[in-house]
């Protein structure tokens, strides 16, 4: 029911950064805890961050900790993704995604989903 449309990707060199968007649609974007995934070709979709309705609490995965961070402006409708000290192991399909309840952590979890953004890192 909700439209996520994520922005911001594109090529990058390694240790670059690059800071993604989603936009979301509605009144009640508050409501939706929101998670940031990624997927390549062939591989299991795999969680990268997640944030609460509030945005107090944040969960990253191990690989993106210390490098990237999720945050949120409720007022605008608006999920963040800053991705620093990118590798090119970090290349992949970005797409953010809402769940109607609390902060999860995995794909199946969450109802809503962006269509995606190409994130190339060039070693």
């Known amino acids: 029911q909700v439209q996520l449309v994520e922005s911001g990707g594109g090529l990058v060199q390694a240790g670059g950064s690059l800071r993604l968007s989603c936009a979301a649609s509605?009144?009640?974007?508050?409501?939706?805890?929101m998670g940031w995934f990624r997927q390549v070709p062939g591989n299991e979709r795999e969680f990268v961050a997640a944030?609460?309705?509030?945005?107090?609490?944040?969960y990253y995965a191990d690989s993106v900790k210390g490098r990237f961070t999720i945050s949120r402006d409720n007022a605008k409708n608006m999920v963040y993704l800053q991705m620093n000290s990118l590798k090119p192991e970090d290349t992949a399909v970005y797409c953010c995604a809402a769940r109607n309840g609390v902060i999860a952590i995995t794909p199946g979890e969450y109802n809503y989903w962006g269509q995606g953004t190409q994130v190339t890192v060039s070693s």
């Open positions: 509605g009144r009640t974007f508050s409501i939706y805890a």
């Open positions: 944030i609460s309705r509030s945005g107090g609490i944040t």
